[in-house]
Nanobody
Framework: QVELVESGGGLVQPGSSLRLSCAVS????????MAWFRQAPGKEREFVAA????????YPANSMRGRATVSRDNGKNTVYLQMNNLEAEDTAIYYC????????????????????WGQGTQVTVSS
């Protein structure tokens, strides 16, 4: 059974940076496609950024292009989401998600692709 546990959320000021972590257990992170989604109050869950099973290229949502980077540490079996220049609109619960196999790039933004989800971590951007 694959389990994902997010951490690193909190209250930050606009313009600051934040790194979220997703600790993976039950499967080696290098065998999974990984993604981050978020959900703000009253809104639907939306895609933030993803990382394919192989390679280190981040595939971000248009709204996060240039501000979000996803990376993995195979030794720690952990995936990270680095976000820069945060805005109030980035306030949400952030979820880590994982999928087996080798999904194509165009499918990475769809929540239905992912088999495993974490419980989420709250990020609040406010002055």
């Amino acid at each position: 059974q694959v389990e994902l546990v997010e951490s690193g959320g909190g209250l930050v000021q606009p313009g600051s940076s934040l790194r979220l972590s997703c600790a993976v257990s039950g499967r080696t992170v290098s065998t999974l496609a990984m993604a981050w989604f978020r959900q703000a109050p009253g809104k639907e869950r939306e895609f933030v950024a993803a990382l394919k099973r192989t390679g280190g290229t981040t595939y971000p949502a248009n709204s996060m292009r240039g501000r979000a980077t996803v990376s993995r540490d195979n030794g720690k079996n952990t995936v990270y989401l680095q976000m820069n220049n945060l805005e109030a609109e980035d306030t949400a619960i952030y979820y880590c998600a994982a999928a087996g196999g080798s999904p194509i790039v165009s499918s990475l933004g769809y929540a239905s692709l992912y088999d495993y989800w974490g419980q989420g971590t709250q990020v609040t951007v406010s002055s």
